[in-house]
Nanobody, 123 residues
């Protein structure tokens, strides 16, 4: 059973950098497609980036060139590095785990496992 815990986040000024991380104490990352989603108040939850089982990554158009998703070699921690952040990046960020993503950005129903979320605020 996957247990995801997010950390990081916080407040940052526009143009700055911030990272959020996700850990699974049971170290099951290698068997799942991992993803970061975000949800702003009053908006739907949207996929931001994926790190697929074969190492393929993909990003939402809104964050391409600014965000980087990575996984450590021990496959314990999933990190989303956010650079040149914008006020529209303000949201609750969630880590998720699911079956093979085939390199795409699946909808949230594709992912059965979720963390509790961590807030990112850009002013």
């Amino acid at each position: 059973h996957v247990q995801l815990v997010e950390s990081g986040g916080g407040s940052v000024q526009a143009g700055g950098s911030l990272s959020v991380s996700c850990t699974d104490s049971r170290r099951t990352y290698s068997t799942y497609c991992m993803a970061w989603f975000r949800q702003a108040p009053g908006k739907d939850r949207e996929a931001v980036a994926i790190f697929d089982r074969d190492g393929t990554t993909n990003y939402a158009d809104s964050v391409k060139g600014r965000f980087t998703i990575s996984q450590d070699n021990a496959k314990i921690t999933l990190t989303l590095q956010m650079n040149n952040v914008k006020p529209e990046d303000t949201a609750m960020y969630f880590c998720a785990a699911g079956d093979y993503c085939l390199g795409s950005l699946p909808p949230q129903w594709h992912f059965p496992y979720w963390g509790q979320g961590t807030q990112v605020t850009v002013s």
